[in-house]
T-cell receptor
Framework: EDQVTQSPEALRLQEGESSSLNCSYTVSGLRGLFWYRQDPGKGPEFLFT???AGEEKEKERLKATLTKKESFLHITAPKPEDSATYLCAVYSGGYQKVTFGIGTKLQVIP | DVKVTQSSRYLVKRTGEKVFLECVQD?????MFWYRQDPGLGLRLIYFSYDVKMKEKGDIPEGYSVSREKKERFSLILESASTNQTSMYLC?????????????FGDGTRLSIL
Protein backbone atom coordinates (compact mmCIF):
# COMPACT_ATOMS: atom_id res chain seq x y z
CA GLU A 1 0.00 0.00 0.00
CA ASP A 2 1.27 3.45 -0.92
CA GLN A 3 2.17 5.72 1.99
CA VAL A 4 2.88 9.43 2.29
CA THR A 5 4.28 11.17 5.38
CA GLN A 6 4.64 14.91 5.55
CA SER A 7 6.75 16.82 8.05
CA PRO A 8 6.57 18.97 9.99
CA GLU A 9 2.85 18.99 10.74
CA ALA A 10 3.01 22.74 11.33
CA LEU A 11 5.64 25.37 10.62
CA ARG A 12 5.77 28.97 11.70
CA LEU A 13 8.15 31.30 9.84
CA GLN A 14 8.98 34.95 9.97
CA GLU A 15 8.44 36.78 6.71
CA GLY A 16 11.60 36.32 4.63
CA GLU A 17 12.77 33.24 6.55
CA SER A 18 13.33 30.48 3.99
CA SER A 19 12.59 26.83 4.84
CA SER A 20 11.60 23.45 3.40
CA LEU A 21 8.66 21.10 3.78
CA ASN A 22 9.25 17.36 3.50
CA CYS A 23 7.18 14.63 1.86
CA SER A 24 8.43 11.05 2.32
CA TYR A 25 6.74 8.36 0.30
CA THR A 26 6.59 4.62 -0.21
CA VAL A 27 5.11 3.41 -3.49
CA SER A 28 5.48 0.34 -5.66
CA GLY A 29 6.35 2.47 -8.66
CA LEU A 30 6.02 6.22 -8.73
CA ARG A 31 4.18 7.61 -11.74
CA GLY A 32 3.66 11.10 -10.34
CA LEU A 33 4.07 13.17 -7.18
CA PHE A 34 1.78 16.16 -6.76
CA TRP A 35 1.97 19.24 -4.54
CA TYR A 36 -1.13 21.21 -3.63
CA ARG A 37 -1.84 24.34 -1.62
CA GLN A 38 -5.03 24.50 0.46
CA ASP A 39 -6.39 27.68 2.01
CA PRO A 40 -8.81 27.42 4.97
CA GLY A 41 -12.32 26.48 3.89
CA LYS A 42 -11.31 25.89 0.27
CA GLY A 43 -10.33 22.95 -1.90
CA PRO A 44 -6.71 22.02 -2.70
CA GLU A 45 -5.16 24.05 -5.50
CA PHE A 46 -2.72 22.20 -7.75
CA LEU A 47 0.87 23.50 -7.72
CA PHE A 48 3.31 20.99 -9.26
CA THR A 49 3.74 17.53 -10.69
CA UNK A 50 7.09 15.72 -10.45
CA UNK A 51 7.65 12.49 -12.35
CA UNK A 52 11.21 11.30 -11.77
CA ALA A 53 14.09 11.64 -9.33
CA GLY A 54 16.17 14.74 -9.95
CA GLU A 55 13.28 16.71 -11.39
CA GLU A 56 12.62 20.24 -10.12
CA LYS A 57 9.74 22.68 -10.66
CA GLU A 58 9.50 26.35 -9.64
CA LYS A 59 6.70 28.84 -9.21
CA GLU A 60 7.36 32.24 -7.68
CA ARG A 61 8.82 31.59 -4.20
CA LEU A 62 8.18 27.84 -4.33
CA LYS A 63 10.49 25.15 -5.64
CA ALA A 64 9.70 21.44 -5.56
CA THR A 65 12.35 18.73 -5.83
CA LEU A 66 12.15 14.95 -5.99
CA THR A 67 14.40 12.06 -4.96
CA LYS A 68 13.62 8.34 -4.98
CA LYS A 69 12.26 8.47 -1.43
CA GLU A 70 11.10 12.02 -0.79
CA SER A 71 10.15 15.39 -2.14
CA PHE A 72 10.88 18.82 -0.75
CA LEU A 73 8.94 22.02 -1.17
CA HIS A 74 11.39 24.87 -0.67
CA ILE A 75 9.96 28.26 0.20
CA THR A 76 12.29 31.17 -0.41
CA ALA A 77 11.71 34.48 1.40
CA PRO A 78 8.08 33.63 2.22
CA LYS A 79 5.36 36.26 2.56
CA PRO A 80 2.24 36.16 4.75
CA GLU A 81 0.15 35.26 1.70
CA ASP A 82 2.07 31.98 1.47
CA SER A 83 0.34 30.87 4.67
CA ALA A 84 -1.67 27.74 3.86
CA THR A 85 -1.66 23.98 4.24
CA TYR A 86 0.55 22.25 1.68
CA LEU A 87 -0.44 18.73 0.63
CA CYS A 88 1.70 16.12 -1.07
CA ALA A 89 0.21 13.18 -2.99
CA VAL A 90 1.58 10.21 -4.92
CA TYR A 91 0.21 8.17 -7.80
CA SER A 92 1.56 4.71 -8.65
CA GLY A 93 -0.20 4.21 -11.94
CA GLY A 94 -3.06 2.33 -13.53
CA TYR A 95 -6.28 2.32 -11.54
CA GLN A 96 -4.41 2.93 -8.30
CA LYS A 97 -5.84 5.75 -6.28
CA VAL A 98 -3.86 8.85 -5.42
CA THR A 99 -2.56 8.75 -1.83
CA PHE A 100 -2.48 12.06 0.01
CA GLY A 101 -0.43 13.12 3.01
CA ILE A 102 -2.03 14.89 5.96
CA GLY A 103 -0.30 18.13 5.03
CA THR A 104 1.97 20.78 6.54
CA LYS A 105 0.27 23.89 7.90
CA LEU A 106 2.50 26.87 7.16
CA GLN A 107 2.09 30.19 8.91
CA VAL A 108 4.20 33.16 7.83
CA ILE A 109 4.32 35.98 10.35
CA PRO A 110 4.80 39.59 9.11
CA ASP B 1 -8.03 26.51 -16.35
CA VAL B 2 -9.91 23.53 -14.98
CA LYS B 3 -13.09 24.49 -13.20
CA VAL B 4 -14.75 22.12 -10.74
CA THR B 5 -17.92 23.53 -9.25
CA GLN B 6 -19.68 22.17 -6.20
CA SER B 7 -23.30 23.19 -5.82
CA SER B 8 -23.17 24.33 -2.19
CA ARG B 9 -20.41 25.78 0.00
CA TYR B 10 -22.34 25.15 3.23
CA LEU B 11 -25.17 22.76 3.94
CA VAL B 12 -27.05 21.89 7.13
CA LYS B 13 -29.24 18.79 7.22
CA ARG B 14 -30.94 16.66 9.82
CA THR B 15 -30.23 13.08 10.85
CA GLY B 16 -32.00 10.59 8.61
CA GLU B 17 -32.43 12.94 5.66
CA LYS B 18 -31.33 11.95 2.16
CA VAL B 19 -28.66 14.43 1.07
CA PHE B 20 -27.44 15.18 -2.44
CA LEU B 21 -24.11 16.86 -3.20
CA GLU B 22 -23.55 17.90 -6.79
CA CYS B 23 -20.33 18.47 -8.71
CA VAL B 24 -19.77 19.71 -12.26
CA GLN B 25 -16.49 19.96 -14.18
CA ASP B 26 -15.90 21.82 -17.42
CA UNK B 27 -12.73 20.14 -18.75
CA UNK B 28 -14.23 17.01 -20.29
CA UNK B 29 -12.33 14.88 -17.77
CA UNK B 30 -13.00 11.16 -17.72
CA UNK B 31 -12.36 10.68 -14.00
CA MET B 32 -14.28 12.19 -11.14
CA PHE B 33 -13.83 11.66 -7.40
CA TRP B 34 -15.52 12.32 -4.08
CA TYR B 35 -13.45 12.76 -0.91
CA ARG B 36 -14.16 13.76 2.62
CA GLN B 37 -11.61 15.70 4.63
CA ASP B 38 -11.46 15.62 8.41
CA PRO B 39 -8.87 17.17 10.76
CA GLY B 40 -5.99 14.78 11.40
CA LEU B 41 -7.29 12.22 8.88
CA GLY B 42 -6.56 14.01 5.65
CA LEU B 43 -8.37 13.26 2.41
CA ARG B 44 -10.22 9.96 2.26
CA LEU B 45 -11.65 8.64 -0.99
CA ILE B 46 -15.35 7.76 -0.90
CA TYR B 47 -16.11 6.85 -4.54
CA PHE B 48 -14.73 7.52 -7.96
CA SER B 49 -15.93 7.19 -11.53
CA TYR B 50 -13.85 6.67 -14.67
CA ASP B 51 -16.71 6.93 -17.16
CA VAL B 52 -20.40 7.71 -17.43
CA LYS B 53 -22.49 5.27 -15.37
CA MET B 54 -19.31 3.64 -14.02
CA LYS B 55 -18.40 3.82 -10.35
CA GLU B 56 -15.87 2.27 -8.01
CA LYS B 57 -15.74 2.20 -4.23
CA GLY B 58 -12.98 4.05 -2.49
CA ASP B 59 -11.75 3.58 1.06
CA ILE B 60 -14.90 4.65 2.94
CA PRO B 61 -18.02 4.02 0.78
CA GLU B 62 -20.34 2.90 3.61
CA GLY B 63 -23.38 5.15 3.93
CA TYR B 64 -22.80 6.80 0.56
CA SER B 65 -23.74 6.22 -3.05
CA VAL B 66 -22.94 8.07 -6.27
CA SER B 67 -24.43 8.77 -9.65
CA ARG B 68 -22.82 9.76 -12.93
CA GLU B 69 -25.39 10.10 -15.70
CA LYS B 70 -23.44 12.72 -17.68
CA LYS B 71 -19.70 13.04 -18.16
CA GLU B 72 -19.47 16.46 -16.55
CA ARG B 73 -21.60 15.73 -13.47
CA PHE B 74 -20.93 13.51 -10.46
CA SER B 75 -23.32 13.34 -7.52
CA LEU B 76 -22.73 12.07 -4.01
CA ILE B 77 -25.74 10.80 -2.08
CA LEU B 78 -25.98 10.27 1.64
CA GLU B 79 -28.77 7.73 1.86
CA SER B 80 -29.70 8.45 5.49
CA ALA B 81 -27.52 11.18 6.96
CA SER B 82 -25.89 10.60 10.32
CA THR B 83 -23.94 12.95 12.58
CA ASN B 84 -20.64 11.15 11.82
CA GLN B 85 -21.01 12.28 8.22
CA THR B 86 -20.49 15.89 9.26
CA SER B 87 -17.40 16.83 7.27
CA MET B 88 -15.87 18.78 4.39
CA TYR B 89 -16.69 17.07 1.09
CA LEU B 90 -14.43 17.64 -1.89
CA CYS B 91 -15.05 16.75 -5.51
CA UNK B 92 -12.19 16.36 -7.99
CA UNK B 93 -11.70 15.51 -11.65
CA UNK B 94 -8.78 14.34 -13.74
CA UNK B 95 -7.73 13.01 -17.12
CA UNK B 96 -7.84 9.22 -17.56
CA UNK B 97 -5.83 6.83 -15.41
CA UNK B 98 -2.43 6.32 -16.99
CA UNK B 99 -2.13 9.93 -18.08
CA UNK B 100 -0.33 10.64 -14.77
CA UNK B 101 -2.05 14.00 -14.57
CA UNK B 102 -3.14 15.62 -11.29
CA UNK B 103 -6.63 15.83 -9.91
CA UNK B 104 -8.28 19.25 -9.78
CA PHE B 105 -10.55 20.08 -6.89
CA GLY B 106 -13.65 22.12 -6.25
CA ASP B 107 -13.93 24.45 -3.27
CA GLY B 108 -15.74 21.90 -1.15
CA THR B 109 -19.05 21.60 0.65
CA ARG B 110 -19.03 21.99 4.41
CA LEU B 111 -21.82 19.64 5.50
CA SER B 112 -23.25 19.64 9.01
CA ILE B 113 -25.66 16.93 10.11
CA LEU B 114 -27.71 17.86 13.18
Amino acid sequence: EDQVTQSPEALRLQEGESSSLNCSYTVSGLRGLFWYRQDPGKGPEFLFTLYSAGEEKEKERLKATLTKKESFLHITAPKPEDSATYLCAVYSGGYQKVTFGIGTKLQVIP
Amino acid sequence: DVKVTQSSRYLVKRTGEKVFLECVQDMDHENMFWYRQDPGLGLRLIYFSYDVKMKEKGDIPEGYSVSREKKERFSLILESASTNQTSMYLCASSMPFGSNQPQHFGDGTRLSIL
